[in-house]
């Protein structure tokens, strides 16, 4: 069972498609993972994917130089 922890924040660099998530859904699947784009929900498996194993958001493509993305756990 995953525990509750903080959200992960991160700023693009417009290149960037791997974040490092760390613990925060290290217990999870890519079921759970809820993220935002400039407050904008994403949709797994077509905007990111969750590697459970790396504890890495993969995204599809890079979000837009600046924006704010927000892995809430």
Do not use: R
């Not at 693009?12 to 760390?22: A, F, H, K, M, P």
Request: charged share 5%; net charge negative; hydrophobic share 40%.
């Amino acid at each position: 069972m995953a525990t509750l922890s903080t959200d992960v924040n991160f700023i693009s660099d417009g290149v960037t498609q791997v974040y490092n998530v760390g613990s925060v859904y290290s217990a999870a699947d890519s079921y759970t993972t809820v993220v935002y784009v400039n407050s904008t929900l994403q949709t797994a498996g077509v905007d990111y994917t969750y590697n459970n194993t790396a504890q890495q958001i993969i995204f599809v493509t890079a979000p837009v130089k600046n924006s704010a993305i927000v892995v809430v756990s």
